[in-house]
């Protein structure tokens, strides 16, 4: 069975590389996009200094964080999750139901983009830059912590993309909820929480635990406490996405739900 | 020609204007070649009054389309505020440390503002729907059609993004000057930044056209698109102010026209331009109003020639 899900994926991806001209200037495009937000917050801070007691690389690292987990959860779930108001409208979503396989593994398996690789690669590099001049070097055990913290961040990511997205089954059109609570809500992670009114802070902890995804983890990778309870939080992130992506799995079953019952 | 004869023509070109925009992309393709043979019985009466009507009632069209959406304009309102909120609280914990003399908090407010302001006029999509047209073949209609492809998706992104600016733009504006008190430039200033800026917009759709008309041989108009967008956030000064960036760079900037489109129109507003500066910088614009106007020319010769080779 995971085999099968598998097959689609690999195709999916390799249907993408086929078309080499187009790939390489989806690369580009890519890099230049992702990385002029880099390249202006390093113009930035070089020439102002530390921002609220965070330095240049610190403050790279929490956008590596942001950028990686970002690029993880949009390689599986953007293709489908960002067009689902074309697929219920075009009706390619009832085929998928009609298949003998889980919806939404199909629904993953079948849309992967191979567009994120280069973001892979940049953010992975500028997180290795940024360790290093931080001066920190990971142990065993820290490597596999940053693995389950970037699992983890993907995971929230993953469940903000969904649940801003399946309104879709309801209303149609939903593009308006999702430029809110996930796109305009993720830019207050480019900088340290620190900076912005506690309101925020308790918001992106609490309500939308949006800070999970860089604020919180980074902060254990360089000997940082600003933290609004407890010092676990810095160990929260992998089980605040497994259950945030828990919450939005069932909600996009709910979704389903309503979807089909409203079908003749 | 009659008055009455004029008018009908004026009609049908508004019924197809709204066949163009009411409708939804997959209605587009029907609606459009039934409003192109009404339209094409229309051409040869077409008067010079009659285009320019037109193009005042397409920018109607997309305004009034605009509204249609209430909650996403709601949405969006509370979207931007957070977005100037963020840059606001950014400015502050830099001001903070201290780093950073002979600016002050007022002046960072003010740009930012302004900036979402400019940013929100400059808004388009130019570039991808002339990329869509291209592919779905479309274009072969636009070159029979008495309207300039150019100035009807300047003017159907105006009125949307004019839409914007006044019904969410002045009131963040209005609310960010009466929260910060801040101050309001005399209005010699305020009229030399509304030109400058209007140059601004030319220039920035211009270059964006010219981007759209590329696909032509690219065949994929949103990467082409991310380029120019990637670009103009790193030289046109809207994210970040051009006097935080190393002098080198900054003269880089200058040779480019990004920073004219946003950088230099509101540094006017902040009354930092003298008035030999701001001379200058609309001589500028009007350069490269010119030259990209040359561009755009060349590059659609070029695209009318080939097609007119490969169509039998």
């Known amino acids: 069975m995971f085999g099968l899900y598998g097959a689609f994926a690999k195709v999916v991806f390799l249907t993408q590389l086929e078309y080499r001209g187009q790939y390489i200037m989806r690369m580009i495009a890519k890099i230049l996009g992702w990385s002029s937000g880099f390249i202006l917050l390093v113009i930035l801070l070089k020439k102002v200094g530390p921002v609220a007691g965070w330095g240049l690389y610190e403050i790279l690292l929490l956008y590596t964080f942001d950028v990686l987990s970002y690029s993880i959860a949009g390689t599986f779930f953007m293709g489908g999750f960002g067009k689902l108001p074309r697929l219920i409208r075009s009706g390619e979503l009832d085929g998928i139901l009609t298949k003998p396989v889980n919806p939404l593994i199909y629904l993953i398996c079948t849309k992967v983009s191979a567009g994120y690789t280069s973001n892979y690669v940049m953010a992975g590099v500028i997180m290795g830059i940024s360790l290093h001049k931080l001066g920190v070097s990971l142990s065993f055990y820290q490597v596999i912590w940053l693995i389950l913290d970037i699992a983890g961040a993907s995971l929230i990511q993953a469940a903000g993309f969904m649940v801003t997205t399946v309104p879709a089954f309801w209303f149609m059109k939903s593009d308006g909820l999702y430029r809110l609570f996930y796109k305009n809500l993720t830019c207050f992670l480019q900088y340290p929480l620190t900076i912005y009114h506690g309101g925020i802070r308790f918001l992106l902890t609490f309500i939308l635990p949006y800070a999970f995804i860089n604020f919180y983890p980074v902060q254990l990778f360089i000997n940082k406490q600003e933290v609004m309870l407890s010092p676990l939080f810095l160990f929260l992130t992998p089980f605040v996405g497994a259950f945030v992506f828990f919450i939005a799995y069932r909600f996009w079953q709910k979704g389903l739900d309503a979807y089909q019952s409203t079908g003749s | 020609m009659n008055k009455n004869r004029l008018k009908q023509i004026l009609q049908t070109g508004n019924t197809m204007l709204q066949y163009l925009f009411l409708s939804y992309r997959e209605k587009f393709v029907q609606n459009i070649k039934k409003a192109v043979t009404d339209y094409d019985k229309m051409v040869p009466d077409i008067l010079n009054k009659g285009r320019k009507e037109m193009y005042w009632v397409l920018m109607k069209c ?7 959406y209430k909650w996403n304009l709601l949405f969006q309102m509370i979207g931007d505020w957070l977005g100037i909120y963020i840059k606001i609280c950014i400015w502050q914990a830099i001001l903070n440390a201290g780093g950073i003399k002979n600016i002050n908090f007022e002046m960072m407010v003010s740009y930012s503002v302004i900036a979402a302001m400019v940013n929100g006029l400059l808004y388009s999509r130019i570039a991808e729907e002339l990329a869509d047209r291209f592919r779905t073949g479309m274009i072969a209609i636009d070159f029979i059609r008495p309207i300039s492809l150019k100035w009807y998706y300047f003017f159907g992104q105006l009125g949307e993004n004019l839409y914007h600016v006044l019904f969410e733009g002045f009131f963040i504006a209005a609310v960010s000057f009466l929260l910060w008190k801040l ?32 696909v032509f041989w690219m065949k994929d108009g949103t990467y082409t698109r991310m380029i120019a967008d990637a670009l103009f956030l790193l030289f046109s000064g809207i994210d970040i102010p051009l006097w935080f960036y190393p002098d080198w760079l900054k003269s880089f900037c200058d040779f480019l026209p990004f920073s004219y489109v946003a950088y230099k129109p509101i540094a006017i507003w902040l009354g930092m331009m003298e008035a030999k500066q701001w001379q200058k910088i609309l001589l500028i614009q009007l350069f490269w109003v010119l030259v990209l106007f040359i561009v755009e020319r060349l590059i659609w010769k070029r695209i009318q020639s080939s097609i007119e080779i490969q169509g039998g």
Do not use: K
Request: aromatic share 12%; net charge neutral.
């Open chain 2, 62 to 68: 997309c305004f009034r389309q605009q509204i249609q």
């Open chain 2, 183 to 214: 101050s309001v430039p005399g209005p010699e200033t305020v009229l030399i930044f509304l030109i400058s800026l209007c140059f601004g917009i030319i220039i920035l759709f211009s270059i964006q056209y010219a981007i759209g008309l590329l």
